[in-house]
């Protein structure tokens, strides 16, 4: 059996995105949800992370708290989902691998909207 590629991640990512709660799911029309191997040097090392295994995923941008109806001319947010990380998370743990993208996509979809750990948690088991 082969290894999950980058699409097979991208399609995970894309199924966990419908059991978010659409009353939270109907403000993130505008993330992007993107995929790579890994996190870049430059990203690891602005975290203060040296094993890129480590980074399981990232949201990058201005979370919906901080955000000023104002702005324009900005990239839209986005959450990186780490193919090799996720992977080696679910070597691991023999978590399955829907359950752990699952998992790290709510985790940075939180952080999208200011939430704490406890309120992404609440979010995932009612999910």
Known sequence: ????DL???????ARAMQIIPEHLRAHCRDLVIRVAD????????ELDIDDPLDLLGLYVGQGRPLRDSWDTGTEPDQVWLYR???????R???????????HVLIHEIGHHFGFSDDDMDR????A
């Open 1 to 4: 059996m082969s290894e999950p």
């Open 7 to 13: 699409d097979d991640i991208a399609a995970l990512g």
């Open 38 to 45: 890994q996190a870049t040097p430059e990203d690891l090392a």
């Open 84 to 90: 090799r990380p996720i992977l080696a998370y679910v």
């Open 92 to 102: 691991e743990t023999t978590e399955p691998l829907g359950h752990v993208v699952q």
């Open 123 to 126: 979010i995932e088991a009612d």
